[in-house]
């Protein structure tokens, strides 16, 4: 009887007290796996650098002005008509995104989202066609005087006939030039400036092409985040880990095309080490087919935002996969559907859409696990989802804080940037949290503000507000990032350099 009674208390006390089994107590302390299963090339940047022609990568953003005309090249109306030489300064109409081929033949897309290329199989230059194929085509030539990074470098541009783009007039550009030289009289020559580059997954990926891709990623995951680093967030008072994924997990292991296949074995992995130490996951669908946002994170290809309607059920169909794989493992908290959707381009009404879609997808799998909701960036209501989520159960809505990115905070002191938390950001998060509606969740905030002259202790101070306002979400906050090579970025430098307590 003894022995009975005395393996009857081991086994409750293994139910109670087993870390992979304990009933995790919200709010939530947890970090960001940012940069590790969708990438974002600043957090890391020298991964990008044996990728040839690195600043030339798929949504690189270019300006070309006509070294004759001292003119810049423009898709006259955004798009859908002729292509000009006429424009003294240059701005949306004068820039043209990059689709990468390979390290020097590219598509070029116009802010219409059409394509430059050769009208009807002639040499006329146009900007009319909705897809993006041989005749919409180009080699970038550069000089053998170009600068450093190809920033501001003379270049010729040659069409899919074989022929050089030349500037007849201002108003007539023809694929018909097959002279030599780079005098600036020569109407084949150009200035290309670089206006913007990204660098995510699509950029990574393709940048490297299929032969060395694989490689590269895998070696990234493997070695980016490892058991040890839950370890350490365990030890450090964490409890909790967000996890951006992007779309092409649910593909593995043969995703599209450039998207390299094993994120869902690194994926995988994290739950088995969240287990063994006790912590909880939130799996964040952090980029979607088409962009939410047009960021670097949302692996888009070109900056375009272009998710909607048409992307919902292919949305969907992610959450359930991602639903269906981990609902029964004890270490899921939560999946977020969506990572900062961006308004206006993101409507409400689509958003709802999908939210009411992907709540159900993950409520088949299982009814304990919350669901995230992120707020919309932009001209958006913080409270626009309120009522929505609030005819749910166990939904949470992400809100997202940074006193960074805009002139706003580049103006601000530091107490200024301090009370700023203490102030407006209390109020703000106060909004989205309700006494009987869905849970708040501060997903993103970081150490680092807009300040380069603060000291150690001022960051020390600045970290401190934003844990005693954030630590007010009823379901938590998580903090960007575990690991960045910006240290005011890493919550393992800011812990291992005491910057920060929890």
Not at 296 to 312: A, K, L
Not at 352 to 372: E, L, M, N, P, W
Request: aromatic share 14%.
């Amino acid at each position: 009887m003894a022995s009975y009674s005395y393996l009857t208390l081991l086994f409750i006390s293994y139910i109670f007290f087993s870390p992979s089994l304990a009933q995790t107590k919200l709010p939530l302390k947890a970090v960001n796996l940012g940069n590790w299963l969708v990438t974002e090339g600043w957090m890391k940047p020298s991964r990008f650098n044996d990728i040839p022609q690195n600043n030339l990568l798929d949504g690189t953003q270019v300006q070309f002005k006509s070294t004759k005309l001292q003119k810049y090249i423009c898709a006259e109306n955004g798009g859908g008509t002729i292509v000009v030489a006429n424009r003294s300064s240059a701005s949306d109409w004068e820039t043209f995104r990059l689709w990468r081929i390979n390290e020097t033949h590219f598509n070029f897309r116009v802010s219409s989202k059409q394509f430059v290329g050769l009208k009807d199989y002639t040499n006329r230059i146009v900007a009319g066609s909705d897809t993006a194929g041989f005749p919409q085509t180009f080699q970038i030539v550069f000089s053998t005087e170009r600068n450093e990074n190809n920033k501001n470098s003379k270049v010729k541009i040659k069409a899919s006939n074989g022929q050089f783009i030349q500037v007849q007039s201002d108003t007539l550009l023809t694929a018909d030039y097959s002279g030599s030289g780079w005098e600036d009289s020569n109407p084949s020559v150009f200035i290309m400036t670089i206006v913007r580059t990204l660098q995510g997954e699509y950029q990574i990926t393709n940048g490297y092409g299929p032969d060395k891709a694989p490689q590269v990623m895998r070696d990234h995951w493997n070695t980016y985040i490892t058991e040890q680093d839950f370890q350490f967030m365990s030890s450090n008072g964490l409890n909790a880990v967000r996890i951006p994924v992007g779309w092409w997990i649910a593909k593995d292991p043969n995703p599209p095309k450039p998207f390299v296949g094993g994120s869902l074995q690194a994926l995988d992995n994290a739950f088995k080490w969240a287990g063994k130490y006790g912590m909880k996951i939130i799996v964040d669908l952090h980029a979607v087919q088409g962009s939410q946002n047009g960021n670097d994170h949302s692996s888009t290809r070109d900056g375009f935002q272009e998710w909607g309607d048409p992307n919902i059920k292919e949305t969907v169909d992610v959450i359930d996969f991602l639903a269906k794989r981990y609902a029964n493992d004890p270490s899921l908290i939560a999946i977020e559907l969506m990572n900062e959707p961006l308004a206006p381009g993101v409507t409400l009404e689509n958003l709802k859409k999908f939210y009411g879609a992907g709540y159900d997808a993950v409520r088949k799998y299982t009814s304990s696990a919350y669901v995230i909701l992120s707020n919309r960036l932009g001209p958006a209501d913080p409270r626009e989802l309120i009522s929505f989520a609030s005819g749910l159960s166990n939904v949470v809505i992400d809100v997202h804080y940074y006193n960074l990115f805009s002139d706003e905070f580049s103006a601000k002191n530091v107490q200024q940037n301090i009370d700023y938390i203490y102030n407006t950001r209390s109020s703000d998060l106060a909004k989205v949290t309700t006494s009987n509606g869905p849970l708040s969740f501060v997903g993103e905030w970081t150490g680092e503000f807009a300040n380069n002259g603060a000291s150690k202790q001022d960051y020390q101070r600045f970290a401190k507000a934003q844990l005693d306002v954030y630590g007010r979400a009823t379901f938590g906050w998580a903090y960007w990032a575990s690991k960045c090579e910006q240290n005011h970025w890493s919550l393992k430098w800011m812990i291992e350099n005491n910057y920060i307590k929890l």
